[in-house]
Each structure stands twice: as C-alpha cells, then as structure tokens.
C-alpha cells in the first residue's frame, strides 16, 4: 500500500472540531469523515485514490504511449464478444452484486471537458466521428499535479469505506433525499420499489450511475432491508428517534453486506476449498462460525475469531480504496447480451428483454410488469458472462449516455488504466510478486488468440495491457477471474475491514446494539431473499449459496 493523501493525524481538539453532537462517535456519517478519529477525512468522499504499486510505477507516460497500441483496436480485436460464453458456476446475481458494491467503494466522477483524448481509427470504423473522442479522467484540483514531481493523483467522489454509500448516499443532501423522516426508513412507494426521479425516469438511491434491472433488484432489496431491520429495533427500542434507528440500521445493514460479499459471493466466485476456508477465516476466524455463534468472540485475534472486532489496523498507510484495485474490477464480461424474466411458479417466459432494453429508466419499467419474486428468479436461474477475451459485451462497445454521449467504453476502460498509470501487466505482475510472462503462449494456452495479441502488441509482450493480460490469463480451478488480479483483491477485502473502526473496535454490542449484532450473525443473502420474497423458499432449499445458479421452477 502507498500513501497519496498527505494526511496527516489531528490532535484530539481539531478531531472533534465543527461538531455539534456527538452522533459520529456511534454512527457513520454521510460522507464518510470520522471514521478514523485521528485522521477525521481518512476516507472520506472527495479524497485520493491510494495505490497498490509504488509511485514511481505510476507514472502514466506521453500521450503517445497512452493512445498505444490504439485501444479502439484492442477493443474490436480482442475484446469484443464474438458468442456468448457463460459462467456456469454462478448466476446473474453475482454480477449485479459485484456492480453494487463498486458502486458502494470508488467513482471518479465526471470526467473533464479540457483537452480530451483523441483516438485514431480505420477509414472503415463505423464509428460516428473520427478521431474517436474520449474525454479525461477528472484531475485533482487539491494539487498542482506533477509541480512535486509525483505522479497524478485522483479524487473518489464516493465514501472510499464499506458503508453502503451506494443506498444511502455519500453527503448529506442524498442522504435526506431517500430517508422518509419517521422511525429511521428509508423511502419507499406503494409497491414496495424505489421512488423515481422525475427528470430522467431513474429509481432515486445512493446511487444511481449506470443503471440497470441487476442494480434496481439490489438497490430495492437491501432497502426493504434496511426497513425490516429499523423495525425490529422500534421493537426493542421504542423510544428512539428517527436518527437513532436509522443510523443503527445503516451500521446493521452495511455490517450485512460486507458479510455476504466476505462469505457469500466471493467464495461462489472464486470457488475453491482454500478461499472457502480463508473468507470465512476473514469473517469468524480458525474458531468457525458454530463457536462464534455459542461463545462470541473468544480471543482478540483477528486469526482466531475474524476481523470484525478485532483491534484497528491501517498497516501503517491511510485507507483508501486504490487505482489498481479498480482496475481489477473491470468486469463487464459478467454482463449477458439479454435476460430472459420467468415465473419463479412455473419457470414460463413471462418475457425477454435485450440488455439494451433493462437499463436506465426501463429498469423501473420491467420491475413494474415482473414481480420481484419472479425477477430475482430469473436471475438465480440464469448465467453470467466469463471474465475472459472476446466476451466483452458489443452493446457497452456503442452505449449511449443520459446527455447523448455515445462511448465505447471497452476502448474508454484501455485509456483509463494507461491515463492513470496503472502498470501494463507484465509490470504489473512483477510488482504484485508474480513472474512475469515470457511469450504469448505462456499468457495463453489459447493459439488463436496468442497470435491475435502478439500481432496487435507489436510482438512486445511487455506492452500488454492489464486488462487484456486479466481476461487471457487462465485462472486456477474454480477462480472466475485470474490469480493476478486476485492478489489486488484479497489484499483490500482484508483492508476493507481491518482499516474500519465500524468493524474494527467498535464492531460492538454497544454501538450496534445486541439486538443489531444477532441480526449480523444470524443473516446471509439467502435469509435477505427469503425475508423479502418468501416465495423463493422451494427454490432456495438446499442451495448452500445463493449467488450459485438455482434449480429451475419446472422440476
């Protein structure tokens, strides 16, 4: 881990300053200052991106080397989905989830109108202007970048903590627009979905960027959550008042999620035996869960008894989520080409939509005609794409935003890690202590495409870049993406944790309450699903985790 904030411990006076309550010692706050009491903007919204890699690897070079191999080419060539390739170890769930926690961790905002990149194309690329425009990542106005001879940093407009921003926002001015101001809920309507904004016909949440079906069902979800858990703190807690059980309810149901990513989706996507045993080590310890249930916690070791509530620990670097950490979650491969709703009764085709046809302001629509019951069905019943080359979806390839910008964003996710000096991947590998490869063959065990990347690549496999040395490298046994990028990730889904006070030291009955701390333990995602659609019951009897694929309703 390597520091980019130059932050700095406050003493105890400045901690504290500007504050009329003492509500942020117990209670996460909207944008995420005071989670460290020394640091109070430790991880805040609106702070750097750390990094994985020491500084002097990040150094971005000219733009000629930015703009090379042409990334448009890399996206057509090597990218570009030719068929379908399943994931059939998982369901389409798991891709959604993993959308929904990014959303939680790291957004670099709106990109910058200034000096734009501009990428050369074939006189036959159908693309409708040339050169293609690519506009820049957002700089840092909190330095003058390069003036100390450090490379460029960049700000996370999110809270960089695990504390479900997504639902709940990252300031206070979003915060207020989807609680309903009585016994701590958040906002509702009649149908039990998430109200929608007026102006662009979008479900109003934490957040709400890049929408589609998979996130509205998520983002629904985990608010009737939220709900559920605020009432059955009304219940033991009668007297308490809206900010009360709301901020309780938020520790409780960040607490949950971080849960079910630790024990939950990630050993359904990196299935194998060893990450079964290590992530449900990073959350009950060697001691297991069954002795976590009966006795507690039984020692102060993280390795004994799991993170949560074990003693704070930064590892001698601020927290923050990193630029290498959000390169090795580029995983739109997840994404299907179309999604196919049926009856969780039955399994009859109610109807099937093109992906195209489930984003934006029509996520709303397919949840108003498709119950969620018979949604998150269809979901459980049907595969994700492969993390691999040539299954990146062609409709991300021409993808239009709300303003009318049409991008690419294969081409847009290339420039993004070489813009912000994320290492190529075979110095990638190196600095994350992996041999580097020697040949193309060596990348890939696949012929076809080792000459596809050593013609585009110059013969250079150093020039590789890192998502394309990702989706070529074949991944271990039951891992649905590569070891390499499962070093960035292992690391931070122990920082995430280790670096929170709110799973850290005060992962307590006293701030969440017993009554929140059993709720934490006695849950997963197949509990959330049952206590929201208790008609899913037939279906996710005897499923062991519910981001595998589930049975079809037919047998």
């Not at 448009?72 to 068929?83: F, G, H, N, Q």
């Not at 998979?214 to 979800?221: N, P, V």
């Not at 009360?244 to 938020?250: G, I, K, M, Y």
């Not at 492969?386 to 690419?408: K, S, V």
Request: proline share 6%; with cysteine; glycine share 6%.
């Amino acid at each position: 881990m390597y520091d980019t904030s130059g932050m700095k411990s406050a003493d105890s006076s400045e901690s504290s300053s500007g504050k009329d309550s003492t509500r942020y010692l117990v209670a996460r706050t909207a944008d995420g200052t005071y989670n460290d009491l020394d640091i109070p903007t430790m991880g805040s919204a609106g702070t750097r991106f750390g990094r994985n890699v020491s500084l002097q690897n990040a150094y971005p070079g000219v733009d000629s080397v930015i703009l090379t191999p042409n990334p448009r080419i890399v996206s057509l060539e090597l990218l570009a989905r030719d068929t379908f390739q399943p994931a059939t170890t998982l369901n389409l769930l798991a891709a959604a989830w993993i959308q929904f926690m990014i959303h939680d961790w790291f957004s670099h905002g709106k990109n910058q109108k200034e000096n734009p990149w501009k990428v050369p194309l074939a006189e036959n690329d159908p693309w409708p202007e040339h050169p293609m425009t690519i506009l820049r990542t957002k700089s840092d106005p909190t330095r003058a970048q390069g003036s100390d001879g450090l490379p460029p940093t960049y700000l996370n407009t999110v809270t960089h903590w695990w504390d479900g921003s997504q639902i709940y926002g990252s300031d206070e001015a979003t915060q207020a627009q989807v609680r309903s101001g009585k016994n701590g809920k958040l906002i509702l309507g009649g149908d039990n979905l998430l109200p929608i904004d007026a102006a662009t016909g979008i479900d109003i949440t934490g957040v709400n960027g890049n929408w589609w079906v998979g996130l509205a069902l998520l983002h629904t979800l985990f608010t009737l959550e939220h709900n559920a858990i605020c009432d059955r703190l009304l219940a033991e807690y009668p007297s308490w008042s809206d900010d009360d059980l709301f901020d309780h309810a938020r520790l409780v149901n960040a607490a949950l999620m971080a849960k079910i990513h630790t024990i939950n989706w990630t050993p359904a996507i990196l299935s194998h035996p060893t990450l079964q045993v290590s992530m449900n080590g990073n959350w009950w310890g060697i001691a297991t869960e069954k002795i976590y249930k009966l006795f507690g916690r039984i020692s102060k070791s993280e390795v004994i008894s799991g993170i949560p509530g074990s003693p704070k620990d930064h590892f001698g670097v601020p927290y923050a989520m990193t630029e290498e950490f959000v390169s090795v979650y580029r995983m739109h491969p997840l994404l299907p080409d179309e999604i196919s709703f049926r009856s969780a009764v039955n399994d009859e085709l109610i109807q099937k939509r093109t992906f195209a046809e489930v984003v934006d302001k029509q996520a709303h629509e397919v949840l108003e005609q498709i119950c969620m019951t018979d949604a998150l069905y269809s979901f459980g019943t049907s595969h994700p794409g492969a993390i691999t080359l040539h299954n990146y979806p062609r409709f991300l390839q021409q993808r239009t935003d709300l303003d009318g910008t049409i991008f690419d964003l294969a081409t847009v996710e290339i420039v993004r890690d070489r813009e912000r000096g994320v290492p190529r991947y075979n110095d990638f590998r190196k600095l994350v202590h992996r041999p580097p490869v020697k040949s193309f063959d060596e990348l890939t065990d696949n012929k076809v495409w080792a000459e596809e990347l050593q013609r585009i690549y110059d013969n250079d496999i150093d020039k590789v870049d890192l998502m394309v040395g990702l989706y070529a490298e074949r991944p271990p046994n039951g891992f649905g993406f590569s070891d390499t990028a499962f070093r960035i990730f292992i690391l931070m889904a122990s920082r995430r944790l280790n670096s929170d006070r709110f799973f850290t030291t005060d992962y307590t009955p006293t701030v969440y309450t017993q009554t929140g701390m059993n709720w934490i333990v006695n849950n997963d995602m197949t509990t959330v699903l049952l206590r929201h659609c208790p008609g899913l019951a037939p279906l996710l009897k005897g499923i062991k985790n519910a981001f595998a694929p589930w049975p079809s309703a037919k047998f």
